[in-house]
Structures are given as C-alpha cells and as structure tokens.
C-alpha cells in the first residue's frame, strides 16, 4: 500500500509540469488508486476496466479520471452504509 500511495502522490506532484497525460497514463494511475481502495475495503470492493489499446496515446488533461472514481467509490462507500474508515461495517 506504501507504494502504490507513493505512486499516485509522485503522479500528482509531477502533474503539475505538464497538463495532459496519455489515456494509458490516467487509467494506470487510476488502477494505484483502486488498488489503494481495494487493500482498505479488501473483497468487498471489485471492479474491472476495460479498454480499447487504440486509445491508450491519445491526451486528456492530466488527473481527469482518478477523481472521478474516487467519487464512484465514495458513493458506493455511502451506498453500503460505511464510513470512510470502517471497512468492516456492513
């Protein structure tokens, strides 16, 4: 977990030279993130990415897609009646 956490800050810290990231650059780092999710919520939290290799050089701005998830997981972690750091409740 130390790692992947380490991954995503140093993403972030270094998004702020430059404004866009490949497709394959954002989803990567959303995958840390998810990771991240999935140690504290262990089996309860699965999910699945799919997607087209044609897309993967194309440039979105850079850190688009991580908060999007993250707010997907927030929402399924009120919709199963958890609190942030009570993995265990429900």
Known sequence: MTIAL???FRYSI???DH???TIKE???MTEVYLEIEKIRFED???YSIH???DVNHYLVPTLLLQPVVENAVKA???SNGQND???HHR
Do not use: C, P, T
Request: glycine share 4%.
């Open 19 to 21: 404004n866009y990231s």
């Open 44 to 46: 309860q939290l699965n």
């Open 85 to 87: 750091g009570d993995k």
């Open 14 to 16: 270094n998004s702020s």
């Open 51 to 53: 997607l087209d290799k």
């Open 76 to 78: 399924w972690i009120k």
């Open 6 to 8: 380490a991954d995503l």
């Open 26 to 28: 954002e989803v990567e």
